[in-house]
Nanobody, 122 residues
Framework: QVQFVESGGGLVQPGGSLRLSCAAS????????TGWFRQAPGGKREVVSC??????TTYYADSVKGRFTISRDKATVYLQMSSLKFEDSAVYYC?????????????????WGQGTQVTVSA
């Protein structure tokens, strides 16, 4: 069965940090550019960040630049989130991408995982 497994979410105070992890089941994550997306209640899913499979290219949405860092090893893609804000609260998902460029995130494909909930609250 091909799927993503996202983990690492939780409840954190504003200004706090979390590290999300994305692992793959049924395929090699290392073969694909990978992106992190999020969806807040009542909102649309939006891309947060992506990383190429060669690790030499990353993209960040303006809303998270300077606060989030994406990285990967052979089996896992990470999203280190710092200086968290209320508006970062969402369910976070990872996705396979056709491409990841510094200013462009290619189409995503495959099945959606369960995601991991991030809640920023005082």
């Amino acid at each position: 069965q091909v799927q993503f497994v996202e983990s690492g979410g939780g409840l954190v105070q504003p200004g706090g940090s979390l590290r999300l992890s994305c692992a793959a089941s049924g395929f090699s994550l290392d073969d694909y550019p990978t992106g992190w997306f999020r969806q807040a209640p009542g909102g649309k899913r939006e891309v947060v960040s992506c990383i190429s499979n060669s690790k030499d290219t990353t993209y960040y949405a303006d809303s998270v630049k300077g606060r989030f860092t994406i990285s990967r090893d052979k089996a896992t893609v990470y999203l280190q989130m710092s200086s968290l804000k209320f508006e970062d609260s969402a369910v976070y998902y990872c996705r396979k991408l056709l491409s990841c460029e510094k200013s462009y995130v290619g189409p995503h494909f495959g099945s959606w995982g369960q995601g991991t909930q991030v809640t920023v609250s005082a």
